[in-house]
Nanobody, 125 residues
Framework: QVPLVESGGGSVQAGGSLRLSCAAF????????MGWYRQTPGKQRELVAV???????NYADSVKGRFTISRDSAKNMVYLQMNSLKPEDTAVYYC???????????????????WGQGTQVTVSS
């Protein structure tokens, strides 16, 4: 398992901005896709945005034009810049990584998927 650690969540008023960061720890060789999902109580976790290793991006319709995902593959990090935040963006945001190749005890290993522990984003009206 490759640990992912998120940071940057918090509380903001509607119309404000936040930037989330996520770092993958370990001796990472490559990560196929990194992304952000969110979840509110009683609802399923939903895709917010993903970015592939070739920097192709995909966004949920609800965040297009407001959120921007980016990654720094050299640092194994992914970011989510969130602008024009709305109360309906309030959720726990989770970092996700898929297709992870890494080294552990001098052996190459593969993890199909890893999740962060989540960071709370609260947008007040």
């Amino acid at each position: 398992q490759v640990p992912l650690v998120e940071s940057g969540g918090g509380s903001v008023q509607a119309g404000g901005s936040l930037r989330l960061s996520c770092a993958a720890f370990g001796t990472i060789i490559s990560i196929n896709t990194m992304g952000w999902y969110r979840q509110t109580p009683g609802k399923q976790r939903e895709l917010v945005a993903v970015v592939t290793g070739r920097s192709r991006t995909n966004y949920a319709d609800s965040v297009k034009g407001r959120f921007t995902i980016s990654r720094d593959s050299a640092k194994n990090m992914v970011y989510l810049q969130m602008n024009s935040l709305k109360p309906e963006d309030t959720a726990v945001y989770y970092c996700n990584a898929e297709g992870i190749t890494y080294k552990f005890s001098d052996r190459y290993s593969y993890s199909p998927e890893s999740w962060g522990q989540g960071t709370q984003v609260t947008v007040s009206s």
